[in-house]
């Protein structure tokens, strides 16, 4: 179904290429074999570990830790209400748009549901155990110790614990029932298909504009559900997600007006901006992020108001401010690659300077510039890794401190641990990026 | 020559225009009425885009003064404005916008400065695509066009604007010889329909044939103007003799 096997030529073509490439000389012979047995063994190694040697358990049951932090159970609500808007929003853009990611989007859904089967019915628990051991001192003589051991327990066996691990992950992230997993995966499903249903109006501006706008709502949407409880509670993946959602949304807006007022005729305006963008980009993230913690009222009344926010405020606005200047170094290189005609074009059919800009200039210059776009998001993606060093709890935090405070279950465990963060970092990176690809490719189209 | 009882849509007095020290426009004096077709013919570096450029202000003029359908272009936005919404200008690489369909390049302007309705916009481009002899094309974008056709569509997209004057500038001159004959058609039949046009242009046959008269410029100055008949037949300046001898007999 996802696309067919290559048939015996095709094989035998490739051994012959491989022959012709890696074994043609001595010298790349040896280096081939090299490379063959020293990433054998990594491979080797690593599925060991995966398969058999890892505590995988301890991730399971952190699972809601590793994804919402300790956000109170009460509310789980809200962050439910925007997963199921998301989930209509992703399924319905997919469905009319998302033709190119079709082959990936059936992978991970037939791979998520089969392990979402697999894991039903599992169960995980802590057992306890009351223990009581004889010590021996070096004097010979003999003290009882007694205590609780704690032991992270499968209750049932047919399938490798990590298989377990990773399907209770997906089907409860947020330790919640699985029929609302299930709804999510139904929301998904219908949105996608009511999606293919309106392919015929995919370039219809209004469905655009609406579903466009949709994805810029849904953000303050998102933060909005959270009045009542408060920014201060976000922590781990979640808050990882919205500081990044929120600062790169706005580090787009305030790179594109950067990069336009630096080339503004006002020498004020181009002075300022090109200005702001050195300074900013003359210090790196985490001293800016230092800088929004510690400003008290250093900066007088504006300083002080500044402080008065939460936190985790602070912190978007530092991401879109440090994300805006590198934005807008992308966008400035956009629009140098428009030709001066296209310029002398909308002020000859006597276009305002705004809506040549809006509907002439930049729409080329930010598709002339999407891969390095991307490339920026998914900086910045990365870059809430820093949000550790200001005391915010993000998903590097929160997996210290599993390991910091579940000692007894999580010894030794840093490798399990790490792979999770690591793999929540790659999986939305990988996302950014498949997604810049399809939209590379699709705007494209009429490109001169 | 131009009836006195017809309007004057372009008047130029004196008009001056320096690049730094250089002075690419020495005060030029032309008039051109309504309905007229007036080609503008010289060596390249003479001034002639730089004279079209100036009357659409995408080169504001230093000195002498500029008249529009009776209105001095002035520093005033609004004559700017004016100016810019009723004349059409038709560039030498066309400048179509690549990102927009061959319809949308030609709505467009309509519905941003003119306030069209969308439908009314779009039904209107595309009779001009019809006009042109493309309709077929309409969403296809500029890239998937032959040079040719491209230079139709910017035509139509001139025109979309109902303009009081078309404005060439060498629309001929970046196309393969095969297609200069189709562009040069439509040119034709409008000039036929009473528009009003200034073009510059290498294609002495188009001056000759369509044109009512003929300028010849040279170093910024307007060396001789006269009908397509005298200029080509009895030219009276040297110079003049010399460009149409270096041009026509090779
Ligand atoms: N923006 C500009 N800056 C400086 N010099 C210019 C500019 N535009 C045109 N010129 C100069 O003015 C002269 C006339 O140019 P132009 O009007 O384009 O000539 P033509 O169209 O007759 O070939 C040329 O010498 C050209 O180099
Ligand atoms: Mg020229």
């Known amino acids: 179904m996802i696309g067919a096997l290559p048939n015996a030529s095709a094989l035998s073509r490739r051994a012959a290429h491989a022959r012709a490439r890696l074994f043609n000389t001595r010298t790349n012979t040896a280096l081939s074999i090299v490379a063959i047995v020293v990433g054998g063994a990594l491979a080797f190694l690593l599925a060991r570990f995966i398969l058999f040697e890892a505590n995988w358990g301890l991730v399971a049951i952190n699972r809601k830790l590793f994804f919402v ?48 089967t697999l894991g039903l019915g599992t169960e995980l628990r802590i057992e306890e155990r009351q223990y009581t051991e004889e010590i021996q001192s070096a004097s010979g003589q003999t003290t009882t110790v007694s205590g609780i051991e704690r032991e992270l327990v499968f209750d049932r066996g047919w399938a490798p614990t990590w298989l377990y691990a990773v399907s209770l992950g997906l089907a409860l992230p947020f330790g919640a029932p699985w029929l609302l997993m299930a709804a999510v995966f139904a929301l998904l499903v219908v949105g996608a ?40 509670k976000w922590e781990s993946a979640f808050l990882d997600l919205l500081v990044f959602a929120v600062g790169g949304f706005f580090s787009f807006v305030i790179g594109v007006f950067l990069a336009l007022g630096r080339r503004s005729p006002y020498r004020a305006i181009s002075v300022a901006s090109v200005t702001y963008i050195e300074v900013v980009r003359a210090a790196p993230l985490l001293v800016w992020l230092l ?69 002439i200039i930049l729409p080329q210059a930010i598709r002339a510039v999407v891969p390095a776009i991307i490339g920026r998001f998914i900086a910045l993606w990365k870059d809430t890794a820093l949000l550790a060093a200001v005391s915010l709890v993000n998903t590097l935090e929160k997996a210290k401190k ?30 950014l990026s498949r997604l810049g690809g399809a939209a590379e490719t699709r705007l494209r189209v009429g490109a001169r | ?114 306030h069209r309705p969308e439908q009314e916009a779009e039904e209107r481009a595309l009779q001009l695509l019809d006009r042109v002899g493309i309709v077929e094309q309409a969403e296809k974008y500029p890239g998937q066009l032959s040079g040719g056709q491209q230079q139709r569509v910017a035509i139509a997209r001139a025109l979309a604007m109902d303009p009081k004057l078309m404005m060439f500038d060498e629309p001929t001159s970046a196309l393969d010889p095969e297609m200069i ?22 294609e002495m046959g188009f001056a000759r044939n369509a044109a009512n008269r003929v300028i010849f410029m040279d170093e910024g100055e307007i060396v001789e103007i006269g009908t397509s008949a005298e200029f080509f037949t009895t030219p009276r300046e040297p110079r003049t003799k010399t460009f149409l001898d270096q041009i026509l007999t090779h």
């Open chain 2, 1 to 114: 020559m131009a009836t006195e009882s017809k309007r004057e849509i372009v008047r130029l007095e004196k008009v001056t225009k320096r690049f730094g020290d250089f002075t690419a426009l020495n005060g030029v004096d032309i008039s051109v009425t309504e309905g007229e077709v007036v080609a503008i013919i010289g060596p390249s570096g003479s001034g002639k885009s730089t004279l079209l450029r100036t009357i659409n202000q995408l080169e504001p003029h230093d000195e002498g003064r500029i008249f529009f359908d009776g209105m001095e272009l002035t520093d005033d936005s609004r004559t700017l404005t004016k100016i810019r919404a009723e004349t059409g200008m038709v560039f030498q690489q066309f400048n179509l916008f690549p990102h927009l369909t061959v319809l949308r390049n030609i709505a467009l302007a309509p519905q941003k400065v003119h």
């Open chain 1, 193 to 232: 298909m009511a999606g293919r249903r309106l392919t015929r109006w995919k370039s219809n501006p209004i469905l655009l504009q609406s579903i466009g706008a949709a994805w810029v709502l849904l953000i303050p949407v998102v933060v909005l559900l959270q009045v009542g409880v408060g920014v201060d």
């Open chain 1, 402 to 431: 599993v390991l910091g405070s579940q000692t007894d279950i999580a010894e030794g465990a840093f490798f399990e641990i790490y792979i999770v963060v690591g793999l929540v970092y790659w999986l939305v990176s990988y996302l």
């Open chain 2, 181 to 202: 004959n189709e562009v040069l058609k439509v040119m034709t039949e409008l000039a036929a329909s009473g528009m009003t046009m200034i073009c510059v242009t290498h």
């Open chain 1, 69 to 116: 932090g300790s956000y109170p159970p009460d509310e789980a609500f809200r962050i439910w209400i925007a997963v199921f808007i998301t989930a209509v929003l992703a399924a319905l853009s997919y469905g009319l748009w998302g033709g190119r990611l079709r082959p990936y989007a059936i992978a991970v859904g037939v791979t998520a549901l089969l392990i979402l």
């Open chain 1, 291 to 359: 800088f929004a913690t510690f400003l008290e009222d250093e900066l007088g009344p504006v300083g002080e108001a500044f402080s008065n926010i939460s936190l985790t405020y602070r912190v978007m606005v530092v991401f879109a401010f440090f994300g805006g200047a590198y934005i807008a170094e992308v966008v400035r290189g956009g629009l140098q690659s428009i030709p001066r005609g296209q310029y002398e074009a909308a002020d000859a059919m006597g276009l305002s300077p705004v809506e040549k800009y809006a509907v």
